[in-house]
């Protein structure tokens, strides 16, 4: 019988522990849950945190699993109900858009990309499923802190950096946005995370009517926008995709 490898087996039963407890786990809890030295058990998590499959949070020092994993589970990803819903629905919106698509979810303090569908045309672009966007400044992030109070309650507490010069950073005046855009059923970012990127993106809502993602479409400002503002037919082909994502989640109409 072939011998098994001690650290990779910690290491692994660490990221189901992870993957199973509370949200974020403290260095205690975890050693105390798989009887290691807390010497041992800070060893893996950091090895681990250096690989991108655990980060820790700076406020709480707690620790919970990172977004690598989520790149190295592409074929998980195949089977994930949101993003296989999704599949069919982004594609077309891409192609009426001709622009990029983006499907998020709430992870840590930001907007974990879970699926992304590349502008249709022959430009050089770069898969950017397992990347992080910020919630108080992007289209993903304000519909989430809009609709899912966990999301809210994440945004509000953390540090709201400002990324350029049209980046929204007051309490006020962002609780202002959350509810524009829940008026509106979308949040959009003219030039708030990147100079010159717009996007605009709208909820995706499960069978419980509760918001499990959102659904965007990023691109140049000049195509995305029209006479300073945003293009309505791009405004509404991404909130009919996130309807019918939705629908396809069992949520009926919206």
């Given amino acids: 019988m072939a011998r098994t490898i001690q650290s990779l087996e910690r290491a692994a039963a660490m990221l189901r522990l ?11 809890d975890i050693s105390s849950s798989l009887g290691l030295a807390k010497g041992t058990a800070h060893g893996i998590l950091r090895t681990l945190q250096q690989e991108g499959f655990v980060e ?50 709430l992870h840590q303090q930001g907007v974990l990309v879970v699926h992304h ?17 910020p919630l108080h400044s992007t289209a993903l992030g304000k519909v989430l802190s809009a609709y899912d109070p966990v999301a809210h309650s994440e945004v ?14 007051g309490l006020g005046d962002f609780e202002g946005l959350m509810g524009l855009a829940r008026a509106r059923g979308w949040a959009a970012d003219v030039e708030e995370t990147w100079e010159g990127v717009a996007s ?22 000049e195509r995305v926008c029209q006479d300073g503002e945003l293009r309505p037919e ?3 082909a991404v909130r009919d995709c996130a309807r019918a994502v939705s629908r396809d989640l069992g949520a009926g109409r919206f």
Wanted: net charge neutral; aromatic share 6%; glycine share 10%.
């Fill in 18 to 28: 992870l993957a199973g407890g509370e949200r974020r786990l403290g260095l205690s």
């Fill in 56 to 105: 820790q949070d700076a406020a709480s020092g707690r620790y919970q699993l990172g977004a690598e994993l989520l790149r190295l589970g592409n074929s998980y990803l195949d089977v994930h109900e949101l993003r296989a819903r999704a599949l069919v629905w982004t594609d077309d919106l891409a192609r009426s858009s001709g622009e990029a698509v983006y499907l998020g979810v």
């Fill in 117 to 133: 569908v590349f502008r249709p045309d022959d430009s050089r672009q770069v898969l950017e499923v397992g990347a992080m966007q």
């Fill in 156 to 169: 509000v507490e953390a540090e709201r950096a400002a990324f350029t010069p049209r980046t929204v950073t």
């Fill in 200 to 221: 605009v993106a709208a909820p995706i809502h499960d069978r419980r009517r509760m918001p499990v993602g959102a659904v965007g479409v990023t691109g140049a400002v």
């Fill in 234 to 236: 791009i405004v509404a």
